[in-house]
């Protein structure tokens, strides 16, 4: 229990009605949620407004309501207040109610349209490797020291958040790297949250179904560096066009990686192969299980700031060679006719295309490459006949299949991803919207030596039709399949 004026430190307030003396059980924006003595936020969502459950909420038990707009009819005994962005003060309330733990550990946000989960995952796995307790908030799933508990969303709400990180300081974590979305920085779900650190990885054309322009999803992306404090330090991809814009106004300590350009941290790549890369970081060579140019910007990433959190270069270097790799990341099996089957979650159209040029680098051209991709529905779509049109132009044979339809027709999905194939490319693709036998398929045709890539999923192990999460695992399925053509 906390007492309501405690949690509302740091609010910005337009108006009181009823005390704020009193004691409040829990905090919720989920009016099914909500019990007696709670305080009930009504936030405005995509899909419903929570100042039209205000009164069931009330009828549940609330005891007090944070609104942006005070319903037309008071009762008596609950205490309503009015505020400017209820998004913002959900964040605020969610610190306050948990103590706010963000500032008992050091807290690392990483953001970008791809990298974040790799960062973060690994940046785990490093300090833990280090000897520290550690926590993570990820796509992937959430870490309190040893525990693992299920992921929901890339940044979850504040509540979650704070929930969690509250967790981690009663297990005596001290640090925590966290993946910071362009929707939990534009729904303020980061607000109240005390940063060491933040990490910028690139920006390329993702989300424009959720942000209007892409000018916005950058600029929201940049908000997150401009609100951290001093203390704090930004790392950022000077090698991205946008590297340099992130860290305009901060007033954090800026710093840089980057592989083409002058930079803090920055490395050469003195081999890449399918079992790793030899890298040149700083004056010293390392060698990383992590495949791929992607992938050495993310270690440089991870030794940044590792080294900015204190950690000796040396024995950064040395933890950085013991990484291994993130589930669902160019993560690949070898069967036994030798046939390579890689599964990645790469969703948007620079993912995929470093993901296939990372193929193209490590493959001896003597075998054929074909890649299993689709398109997520009630997502971007601008982005589909550009992901089809990669997967045709770097692959020998390319399965268009449905990833998840959601609650679109996947017909018309893969008719918008076929308008980006290039006439000369018709004979290379396929079409095939079961997801299954579209793995099945690349599997009957590869023969050994080949390389089959299944984009998109990743980690995921559902599909989502008509609402509904079925149980659907790429890397699974690739095993079963290959085992059962005895390939």
Not at 267 to 280: H, P, R, T, V
Not at 364 to 385: A, F, H, M, Y
Request: net charge negative; proline share 2%; glycine share 6%.
């Amino acid at each position: 229990m906390k007492i309501l004026k405690d949690i509302l430190y740091k609010v910005a307030i337009e108006s009181v009605t009823g005390s704020t003396d009193i004691a409040i059980h829990k905090i919720d924006f989920d009016s099914r949620k909500i019990e007696e003595n709670d305080l009930f936020v009504a936030i405005r969502g995509s899909l419903s407004d929570g100042h039209d459950f205000i009164e069931k909420a009330i009828q549940l038990g609330a005891t007090a309501i944070i609104c942006d707009t005070l319903p037309e009819k008071l009762e008596k005994g609950i205490t309503y207040i009015k505020v400017q962005d209820t998004n913002a003060a959900l964040a605020f309330m969610a610190a306050n109610f948990f103590e706010n733990p963000s500032e008992k550990l050091k807290l690392v946000g990483v953001t970008g349209t791809n990298g974040k989960t790799t960062i973060a995952s690994l940046l785990f796995q490093l300090f833990e490797n280090a000897g520290f307790k550690v926590g993570l908030l990820s796509t992937v799933k959430i870490m309190v020291d040893k525990i693992e508990y299920k992921a929901t969303h890339t940044t979850p709400d504040s509540i979650t958040i704070n929930y969690y990180l509250n967790e981690m300081v009663k297990a005596g974590v001290t640090h925590c790297f966290m993946e910071v979305s362009s929707h939990g920085i534009h729904q303020k779900r980061t607000e109240a949250l005390h940063f060491v650190g933040g990490i910028f990885t690139n920006l390329s054309h993702d989300h424009l179904d959720y942000h209007p322009t892409f000018a916005e999803y950058r600029d929201v992306k940049k908000s997150f560096f401009d609100s951290l404090p001093k203390t704090a330090f930004a790392l950022s991809n000077s090698d991205d066009k946008n590297g340099a814009v992130m860290l305009q106004n901060t007033v954090a300590r800026k710093r840089t990686y980057a592989l083409k350009t002058y930079a803090d941290f920055k490395a050469i790549i003195l081999e890449s192969q399918m079992s790793g890369l030899l890298l040149k970081v700083n004056e010293n060579e390392v060698w990383v299980k992590l495949i791929g140019t992607f992938n050495a910007y993310n270690v440089l990433a991870i030794y940044g700031t590792a080294i900015e959190l204190g950690m000796d270069s040396l024995e950064a270097l040395r933890l950085l060679s013991d990484l291994e790799s993130v589930s669902g990341r160019f993560q690949y099996i070898i069967s036994e006719s030798n046939i390579t089957a890689i599964v990645d979650y790469a969703h948007t159209p620079d993912a995929l295309e470093n993901v296939l040029k990372t193929i193209e680098d490590v493959r001896t051209k003597n075998e054929q490459l074909i890649t299993v991709v689709g398109c997520g529905g009630n997502r971007d779509k601008t982005k589909r006949p550009i992901m089809s049109k990669i997967a045709t132009d770097l692959s020998d044979k390319a399965i268009l299949t449905s990833d998840n339809p959601r609650n679109e027709n996947p017909e018309v999905i893969l008719d918008e991803m076929e308008m980006g194939v290039e006439p000369q490319n018709y004979k290379k693709m396929l079409r095939i919207t079961d997801r299954k036998q579209a793995i099945k398929t690349a599997c009957q045709l590869a023969q050994s030596n080949d390389i089959i890539l299944i984009a998109g999923k990743g980690h995921e192990t559902y599909q989502e039709v008509n609402g509904v999460r079925h149980h659907f695992d790429d890397m699974e399925t690739v095993k079963e399949i290959l085992e059962q053509l005895g390939k």
